[in-house]
């Protein structure tokens, strides 16, 4: 994102508790061919827009979520997950309404089965009334507004007419026509909805070039400013005026494990661009974002932590030194701090990962310089390095904790240290900072420098000395 500055965000629409049943089945039942399933769990957690609001605070947002729920036990156990969630609630208490609630029978890791609880009836006239009076209430502080219109009677003309002209409104509805009076920044329609929406039949079976060659038209019904077309296992298209479609890709997961993984999209995107991050890189937050999710059994919430790791595996860890500068630059815009170390990394063993694991603890951003196969001749004499630069980087480039890997190919990193800017400097080792001589310049750029534990006798010189002992 383009800005550290919490973002408020209001989530307006439907919401649900989505209920996980697990247990287990080993016989069928004598009325039917059935199986007759042993509850041994139940997992509750935010469905709908209430998994949306969830999902913006688990990224790092401030929320404010406005939606309806019925007077009954369903309504309680939702109000108090959003509440253990982080999520600012203010939900109408409908007397006699049924909260949407969705059940789900899960046995050896298999959905069996799915049983919903809806209430579509109309509001009543005092809970539109005080929706509407809630919406004024937290809509002028908001940064961005999702609405959340799956058709259960939140998102009325009223309250359509309350959002339009907002600068930053994001729609994720079944039925999108209805807020084209809006004027909405974005849509996300998924493929069935797009398809509803055009009154066509979709007839080629290669459902991304059937959106291309709609984009245009896409536009002029939606009456949004761009709109995002979402294909589950296929990723999705970003339509925008004058350009032709960008594309994300997603890897395929089970369908049972995508559920909510829409909703994780459309908070990831919704937050990226209240960021102020351009369009496409929304649509590649919320494809990692809904990717982290789909690994996962349940209706599951991604965090910014676990997004940001994800984005960086998309672009890679292994950087050529001037792409490394630009990337770090977009971190910092997010309020990140980087922390940077170098060294040859011949050999790497346990003192390595020890001391690289604690200096990826002192910061948001760990960056691991090595020295070329030249520079290892040079420093350290005859017969290294061992390992090749590109073998070594791969390796540090596979520890979970270290999330960018470099080569320099002077004697200090001093360059890269100019093109980087560290926030803080580490070394491992037994030596203190006034000894490294890179020390006086970090600190003139504004960094701070520090020596971590040092594991006596793991060394790579040690190692390879006690190999050339072997027999």
């Known amino acids: 994102m383009g800005t550290d500055k919490i973002v408020s ?170 807020w084209r009076e809006c004027g909405p920044y974005a849509v996300l329609p998924n493929f069935a909805e797009v398809v509803r929406l055009l009154d066509d039949e979709d007839e080629t079976g290669d459902r991304p070039a059937y959106l291309m060659a709609r984009s245009q038209q896409l536009l002029e019904l939606t009456g949004a400013r761009m709109v995002v077309t979402t294909l589950d296992g296929e990723g999705t298209l970003l339509h925008r005026a004058g350009r032709p479609p960008y594309r994300t890709y997603a890897q395929p997961a089970p369908q049972h494990m995508a559920t909510g993984a829409g909703d994780t999209f459309t908070a990831a995107f919704a937050l990226w661009l209240a960021g102020g991050a351009p369009p496409e890189e929304a649509a590649r937050a919320g494809q990692a974002a809904a990717g982290v999710v789909v690994r996962r059994q349940g209706t599951a919430v991604c965090t910014r932590y676990e997004l940001l790791r994800a984005l960086r595996r998309q672009e890679g860890s292994v950087q050529p030194a001037e792409r490394l500068a630009e990337l770090l630059d977009e971190h910092r815009r997010r309020g990140e701090r980087v922390v940077f170390t170098n060294g040859c990394f011949d050999v790497l063993h346990r003192g390595h990962v020890s001391y690289l694991e604690q200096a990826s603890r002192l910061g948001d951003v760990l960056v691991v310089a090595v020295n070329s196969d030249a520079g290892v001749a040079r420093l350290k004499g005859p017969g290294r390095p061992v390992n090749p630069c590109e073998d070594r980087m791969s390796v540090l480039a596979a520890l979970t904790f270290v999330d960018y890997v470099t080569e320099f190919d002077e004697d200090t990193p001093e360059r890269l240290l100019r093109m980087i800017r560290p926030e803080l400097y580490v070394k491992g080792g037994d030596y203190t900072a006034e000894m490294l001589p890179e020390a006086p310049l970090v600190r003139a750029l504004g960094g701070e420098v520090r020596v971590l534990g040092y594991l006596p006798d793991h060394s790579t010189t040690a190692i390879i000395g006690r190999m050339r002992l072997l027999p």
Do not use: F
Not at 82 to 91: A, I, N, S, Y
């Open 9 to 178: 965000a209001v989530v307006v629409g439907d919401v649900m508790l989505d209920s996980w049943l697990h247990g287990s089945a080993k016989r069928l039942a004598q009325e039917a061919p059935v199986p007759v399933m042993s509850l041994e769990s139940t997992e509750d957690a935010p469905g709908g827009a209430a998994n949306t609001a969830a999902n913006l605070v688990a990224l790092g947002a401030g929320v404010r979520l406005v939606g309806v729920v019925g007077d009954d036990e369903c309504g309680a156990k939702l109000v108090e997950a959003l509440r253990l969630h982080g999520v600012g609630v203010d939900l109408v208490t409908v007397p006699g309404r049924r909260t949407a609630h969705k059940r789900r029978l899960i046995t050896s890791g298999q959905l069996t089965a799915r049983y919903d609880e809806e209430d579509h009836a109309e509001l009543p006239e005092s809970a539109e009334r005080e929706l509407l009076r809630r919406l004024g209430d937290v809509l002028p502080a908001a940064d961005v507004v999702v609405a959340c219109d799956y058709g259960g009677g939140v998102c009325t003309a009223a309250v359509r007419k309350a959002l339009a002209g907002l600068p930053l409104l994001i729609v994720d509805a079944h039925a999108v026509a209805p």
